[in-house]
């Protein structure tokens, strides 16, 4: 009976631990080497875990609207680091300054800085010298 106890006990700390080892470094998913900048609106923000995203609809050279996604860090270590979801809202204009997708993705970036209309910006990574390889 203790075999099956502690078995369980393992079985359940595995899986349990099992998520951590899903995450990956950034370096993973976008290039640091190539970076991108786009001027658009501020279409939707989903502040959710393990990642905030942000959405935004830029015009094309012809003027057609095409829409972007942007993946931003944790919830929690954003808040941490002063960068509150009050900041964001639907409908700002804003410059953003991303990363580009691994995977050759055009409209899909890791945000590096937003600049906002009013002049004011926030930086939310690091430069790539400071990203492991």
């Known amino acids: 009976m203790k075999h099956k106890l502690y078995f369980g006990l393992l ?3 595995l899986l349990i631990a099992l998520p ?3 995450h990956h470094s950034i370096t993973a998913e976008f290039d640091t080497s190539k970076s991108f900048t786009v001027k658009g609106t501020l279409t939707k923000i989903e502040w959710v875990n ?3 995203y942000v959405y935004l609809d830029a015009k094309d ?3 057609k609207n095409v829409a972007y996604s942007f993946e931003t860090g944790p919830p929690g270590n954003l808040r941490r680091s ?3 979801r009050t900041m964001f809202n639907v409908g ?4 953003i300054d991303a990363w580009a997708a691994k995977d050759g993705t055009k409209n899909l970036g890791l945000v590096k800085a937003f ?3 009013d002049g004011h910006s926030v930086v939310m990574g690091k430069e790539p010298k400071d990203f492991e390889k």
């Open 115 to 117: 600049h906002f209309a």
């Open 61 to 63: 050279d012809s003027g």
């Open 82 to 84: 002063g960068v509150l």
């Open 50 to 52: 393990p990642h905030a």
């Open 20 to 22: 951590l080892l899903a």
């Open 92 to 95: 700002d204009s804003v410059t």
């Open 11 to 13: 079985l359940a700390g």
